[in-house]
């Protein structure tokens, strides 16, 4: 049973550019969630998907968007990068089950983003 | 707004004895999640323990066992014959339960092992 898969693994971007980082969920599961980790800290919440739609979103700006595909499978864009946008992007996925109750979060093992 | 706090930045312990790992919350919330988190140097985060805020026994998982105090709005993490894999970032974690929502992670606390 394949886990939580990101990719790519590591980035390096300028000031100014755009990244997408991609996510595909446990087998099973319908719902992504995606992270932003800056060294040192816990994870901050940037947004949600599910039935291909975001449906929570965090305090991130509207330079960070995103996508969910029919096969659940999940993109994370970041338009006009800061220096600040370095850290670790983390894909959580669950299965969200009938009543609007959340399994536990699996997470992939992450992109790390440099941008210079 | 619900918060995490984890009050130890850096905790160390010799190989096999125990560790208890502090955590508090915040929340107006009757019914939630609460979860440990970790995140060994190879970074990949592993869930190491869940609690439903509705049950009053405390969760154990093999040698990590919580003690869930719901009145006092604490969750500690204690491990058992503590292994060198066990050195990693512990992180305290909540979430709501009867919505699809968002984890909040506490700063987290740096376990080492010392053999």
């Known amino acids: 049973d394949a886990g939580v898969t990101q990719s790519p693994t590591h980035l390096i971007k300028t000031r100014g550019q755009q990244v997408t980082l991609r996510c595909s969920p446990k087998s099973g599961h319908d719902t992504v969630s995606w992270y932003q980790q800056a060294l040192g800290q816990g994870p901050q919440f940037i947004f949600q998907?599910?039935?291909?739609?975001?449906?929570q979103r965090g305090n991130f700006p509207d330079r960070f968007s995103g996508h969910q595909f029919p096969n659940y499978s999940s993109e994370l864009n970041v338009n006009a990068l800061l220096l600040g946008d370095s850290a670790l992007y983390l894909c959580?996925?669950?299965?969200?089950?009938?009543?609007?109750?959340?399994?536990?979060?699996?997470f992939g093992p992450g992109t790390r983003l440099l941008v210079l | 707004a619900q918060t995490v706090t984890q009050s130890q930045p850096e905790m160390s312990v010799q190989e096999a004895e125990t560790v208890t790992l502090s955590c508090t919350y915040d929340?107006?919330?009757?019914?939630?999640?609460l979860f440990w988190y970790k995140q060994p140097p190879s970074r990949q985060m592993i869930l190491v323990i869940r609690?439903?805020?509705?049950?009053?026994q405390n969760a154990t998982e093999n040698r990590f066992s919580v003690n869930f105090q719901k009145a006092a709005k604490s969750f500690s993490l204690k491990i058992s014959d503590s292994q060198l894999g066990d050195t990693a970032m512990y992180f305290c974690?909540?979430?709501?339960?009867?919505?699809?929502?968002?984890?909040?992670f506490g700063p987290g606390t740096s376990l080492s092992v010392i053999p």
């Open positions: 929340t107006s919330e009757n019914n939630y999640y």
């Open positions: 959580a996925s669950s299965l969200g089950t009938s009543g609007g109750a959340v399994e536990t979060q699996y």
């Open positions: 974690a909540f979430m709501k339960h009867w919505s699809r929502d968002k984890v909040i």
């Open positions: 998907y599910y039935e291909e739609e975001e449906r």
């Open positions: 609690q439903e805020a509705y049950k009053q």
